[in-house]
């Protein structure tokens, strides 16, 4: 049998080793090529990242609060601006012993027990040289026995920063709003590590909220040195943070504190402009909170009080209040009656009413004979029921609209309310209902579904008062023209000589005029209803939530209107007896404030001292109210089923009385 046996000779060995060092080679060389791009690329593409890692793990940052901006006045007066702050912080990295530590500062800072188990479970979470807060705001006492003993103390942090400070305190809440700490929602939302930053602050209302982004401002930085497990080298050069940027108002900030101070014990809100310029001088809801508090970290009972405070301190009722305007809303049904063709000297006669079908809507005195000029100044709602069922509705709604009733205007502000200016479409809209002339007889006279915000009060006496249709500015910046209203000039002359005898003349106003020599002003009375009429008081007595609103507008000087303003009176029960003499004052702070400042510290001395003396008196009676045992209530256990039913029926019938409109009840004071 023969075996095939192959031959291996030397030159197939040379072949042989030949091809497998070519592709052992070649493979070498292809991942030799790998390792040098991936060098290169790590060595030059990379450089910059890796840099910054390393540097990263060399030294480690926390982040310095920036400084916000400014708010100031339209003289450059401060109205928010920023405080020294002494705060001390713990770094966990450099705690020794934190029990020792915690005793030692609970005394010296005077530390609550929940406040250092607060502090020990932020010490828990926290990591590497982030700060853990212990106490912010403290005084310059207790700031400085810490730094004294800060050699025993080793982690212990005291250091100075700023926060935010608001000299005006509550005459400002409302307009600047407030700052505080960022929450978990928005820190999710940004992943901004300055959010979670001990001492950082940022705007959650007013002026504060919108302007944020101009206000933050860049954080700076304080950078040590430390080892890979995070133990101190050294300290590195800090770098300062850069301020945010100032913002310059158009508001009087001693107009707006005086506004405030003028309303003293009053719930309400003031709004003055500058008919000229559409400049924003004051805007005050009143009562307040103090914004300082939210600045410093208000505590749970003081939030409790300012939420279950019937006045509604946290609403800023100029913006966000929404009242029927009662007779101030009749210069734009004069307006409406001019354009229908209504003849300003046509005399109508008011025997104390007006007949309706089987229905009477009242007036509050026989007035007799009536012109357009009569009717303004002595607010007789049977000339305004004529004429304004003579012209209709949508005529009526036309005029008000362009008086700036019923729109939004744009501010810098979170939220406002706009209120409603109705005409037949809106109910047929909102009701599925037809208008009638009974709606057309209330909302004639501000009653019944139309509803203004103080703000839009202001602004439309002021576009009265100057003829052009004025847009509001909050915001200092270039002058702006404005063009004329849609109204004839001698249209607006009525209306305006109406205005003067409100308060010069014979009108409802006439013991609030300005006692300066040769300065008028004009205005318009108005006593709005909260529910309907049903009990002997008929809005003018019993409980302070039932009572009337009292409001007035007006302009001055007459002859060459220069400012305009509104006051709205809380439950005040009449514009002439709330609202006007208010407004007198306030206006002649504007030409004359020696004589206005008399008249303030008179008030003051009997409503038992300024807003801050105030504020401070009732929040110490109620926390002793807090503090004191409820007397005991005895129950019959027999009838206590009934009496609870009782409270709770009692309790609806209330509510639903409250929250009614008032379409129906036409009996308006002027």
């Not at 005084?139 to 400070?165: I, M, T």
């Not at 939530?545 to 060459?560: I, S």
Request: aromatic letters at 8%; a positive charge.
């Amino acid at each position: 049998m023969m075996r095939n046996d192959r031959i291996v000779t030397a030159a197939t060995q040379a072949y042989s080793f030949s091809r497998r060092a070519w592709l052992l080679g070649t493979a070498q060389a292809g991942i030799g090529a790998l390792l040098a791009t991936r060098m290169g690329w790590l060595a030059i593409a990379e450089n910059q990242r890796y840099n910054d890692l390393a540097e990263s793990n060399r030294v480690n940052t926390t982040l310095i609060p920036p400084r916000r901006g400014w708010i100031v006045d339209r003289n450059g007066a401060a109205i928010a601006n920023n405080r020294t702050d002494f705060r001390v912080d713990i770094i966990p990295e450099r705690l020794e012993d934190p029990e020792r530590v915690l005793q030692s500062l609970s005394r010296l800072l005077g530390l609550l027990p929940e406040d250092v188990d607060q502090i020990r479970t932020d010490l828990k979470q926290a990591t590497g040289f982030q700060p853990v807060q212990v106490a912010e705001n403290i005084g310059w006492e207790r700031y400085a026995a810490v730094s004294l003993r800060q050699p025993e103390l080793p982690g212990v942090a005291p250091s100075r920063g700023f926060s935010r400070a608001y000299p005006a305190g509550a005459a400002v809440a409302h307009l600047t709003g407030y700052v505080g700490a960022a929450n978990a929602e928005q820190y999710k939302a940004t992943k901004d590590p300055l959010f979670v930053t001990p001492g950082f602050k940022l705007g959650k209302d007013g002026l504060e909220k919108t302007l944020e982004a101009k206000l933050r401002g860049q954080p700076g930085a304080k950078r040590v040195e430390v080892t890979a497990r995070g133990k101190l080298v050294a300290e590195l050069a800090t770098r300062p943070d850069r301020p945010g940027a100032s913002q310059r108002l158009t508001i009087d900030a001693g107009l707006q504190e005086y506004a405030a101070r003028r309303l003293g014990e009053e719930s309400g809100s003031v709004t003055v402009f500058d008919c000229r310029t559409g400049h924003i001088l004051a805007m005050v809801s009143m009562p307040a909170y103090d914004p300082n508090m939210f600045s410093d970290g208000i505590s749970r009972g003081e939030w409790r009080m300012l939420s279950e405070d019937d006045h509604l301190p946290l609403m800023n009722k100029t913006l966000q209040g929404l009242y029927p305007p009662g007779s101030t809303f009749k210069p734009a049904t004069a307006l409406a009656a001019l354009a229908g063709g209504v003849d300003p000297a046509r005399v109508i006669y008011c025997s104390g009413g007006y007949r309706l079908g089987n229905r009477r809507f009242g007036c509050l005195a026989s007035h007799g004979p009536m012109t357009m000029h009569t009717a303004i100044a002595r607010s007789c709602n049977t000339y305004f029921y004529t004429v304004g069922r003579e012209v209709g509705i949508n005529r009526i709604a036309v005029a008000a609209r362009a008086l700036g009733f019923g729109a939004e205007h744009e501010l810098p502000f979170p939220s406002q309310r706009y209120g409603t200016i109705p005409d037949e479409a809106w109910k047929l809209r909102r009701y599925k209902q037809e208008w009638t002339q009974a709606d057309t007889l209330n909302a004639a006279i501000g009653q019944g579904y139309v509803l203004v915000s103080p703000f839009q009060l202001a602004l439309s006496a002021a576009r009265v008062a100057s003829g052009l249709k004025v847009d509001p500015v909050l915001l200092y910046g270039a002058p702006r023209t404005f063009q004329p209203l849609p109204f004839p000039t001698e249209h607006l002359a009525i209306v305006r000589a109406g205005m003067d005898e409100v308060v010069n003349g014979h009108g409802t106003a006439g013991a609030s005029r300005l006692l300066l020599d040769g300065i008028r002003m004009g205005g318009k009375t108005g006593t709005a209803q909260v529910r309907r009429i049903k009990d002997r008081f008929r809005g003018q007595g019993g409980e302070w939530k039932y009572r009337d609103h009292g409001l007035f507008v007006c302009f001055a000087p007459v002859e060459n209107p220069r400012y305009a303003a509104s006051v709205v009176v809380e439950h005040g029960l009449g514009g002439a007896r709330a609202g006007a003499p208010v407004a007198k004052d306030v206006l002649t702070w504007l030409f004359d404030r020696d004589q206005a400042t008399k008249r303030l510290a008179a008030l003051e001395t009997g409503w038992g001292g300024d807003i801050a003396t105030r504020m401070a008196a009732k929040s110490e009676a109620w926390r002793i109210a807090q503090a004191a045992p409820a007397p005991p209530v005895p129950v019959d256990p027999a009838g206590a089923a009934e009496n609870a039913s009782t409270a709770a029926a009692s309790n609806l019938v209330e509510a639903t009385e409250r929250n009614a409109s008032a379409p129906g009840a036409a009996d308006v004071a002027p």
